[in-house]
DNA sequence: TTATAATTGAGAATAAGTCTCAATTACAAT
DNA sequence: ATTGTAATTGAGACTTATTCTCAATTATAA
């Protein structure tokens, strides 16, 4: 397994891009991110660390994880969007609850063979998917 | 099977709503789309019919035909949200291609067996799901 | 050390969606 | 039919996540 911590240099690098010592505060603050986080957060947390990287850097440099394949996008049908780090995981499913927006990550391998035999069938090159499903969770079943 | 066209009609009356003219209008050209589509897009053909419902109001009834289950959010990684009528259509996954957009909508019993699963182990009670898996179509590979 | 192309910060711009409120309207009760 | 009233509407202001702009700064190759 390649070291995670220059995987973001390395991808930079590869394409010409400077590696700059913003990119690797918010590179380090998204590897200290264990669920999922939103731009907001990560700003956040840099001012925590008493830095001053502005917004614009912090949805600059999203773009770039994304491209990456170190973060990825996962919508919960709100307004702003949420990423989850995914060095280093398992892809999994999301299972929300509707009332106290709980959110668990499971992994099934039928969704997986499902998924697998539809790029298949319709002759696509996999990329990456995302499955959420939504529901009541037990105790918001009960809470009437 | 329940007449569809009275059905958005029910629903409000059933909670004590009314049953205005915009409204009915936006349902009508809820049902006529065949495919996904956007809140400006309901408010674009209104204007083509010669309606001059606003966007308020296109907006207020998208929220009351979600909660009619008449229609349902699809999110596509943009950032406006998209919608599809629901009435009378089974249930089933998006297959996107990244590069041209193009949009396949696909069942497959593995999916709705894993999930099913899911739900059962983690004692959710079922609303709904939502599958969007992106790759590279046919073409799109090709053309390098 | 220097040249330069990429990157940054600051704040203006954009746009989807929400909110406000006075005027209008559906419809239940008369 | 008429009326009373609570729900709904239109218009446009507001919100807020994200993008854009541009002058100043900085990483890095030469």
Redesign the interface.
């Known amino acids: 397994m390649e070291d995670n911590k220059d995987i973001f240099k390395s991808f930079l690098k590869k394409r010409g891009s400077k590696w700059t010592p913003e990119r690797k505060a918010i590179f380090d603050v998204v590897r200290s991110m264990r669920f999922h986080f939103e731009a907001d957060e990560l700003f956040f947390r840099l001012r925590q660390r008493k830095s001053k990287i502005s917004k614009g850097s912090v949805y600059r440099t999203i773009k770039l994880l994304e491209a990456a394949d170190i973060i990825r996008?996962v919508?919960f049908?709100e307004r702003h969007t949420h990423y989850e780090n995914i060095l280093g995981r398992k892809h999994h499913?999301h299972?929300i609850?509707?009332k106290c927006g709980r959110i668990?990550e499971?992994f099934?391998?039928?969704?997986s063979?499902?998924?697998k035999?539809?790029?298949r069938?319709?002759?696509?090159?996999?990329?990456?998917?995302?499955?959420?499903?939504?529901?009541?969770?037990?105790k918001c079943?009960k809470k009437k």
Chains 1, 2 share one sequence.
Do not use: N
């Not at 002759?123 to 995302?130: L, V, W």
């Open positions: 996008p919508i049908t499913s299972l609850c509707r668990i499971f099934r391998p039928e969704i063979d499902g998924l035999k539809a790029y069938e319709y002759g696509f090159k996999e990329i990456d998917h995302k499955v959420e499903a939504t529901g009541l969770c037990r079943q």
